[in-house]
């Protein structure tokens, strides 16, 4: 599942540019395991999804606030 129904959302008359920002949570040792493994991780909308949230929380928040303080730096 990549973003849903998202493709539709810049579909508009007034053309507004979207974006879909990814962030991953899964722990580290959890990730490289399943990469040596090839097994497939659970995806954000499984019952199964845990995310690290000690560590995907701050680097999103740092993440998402560097993309929108870039956004408003542009000319």
């Not at 954000?44 to 000690?54: C, E, M, V």
């Amino acid at each position: 599942m990549a973003g849903e129904d998202f493709g539709l959302y810049g579909r508009t008359d007034e053309n507004i540019p979207i974006t879909l920002f990814w962030l991953g949570g899964v722990n580290q040792q959890q990730y490289a395991k399943a990469m040596k493994n090839n097994e497939t991780l659970p995806s954000l909308h499984s019952s199964k999804f845990a995310p690290d949230y000690k560590v995907a929380l701050p680097t999103g928040i740092k993440a998402m606030s560097n993309a929108a303080v870039a956004l408003f730096n542009t000319k």
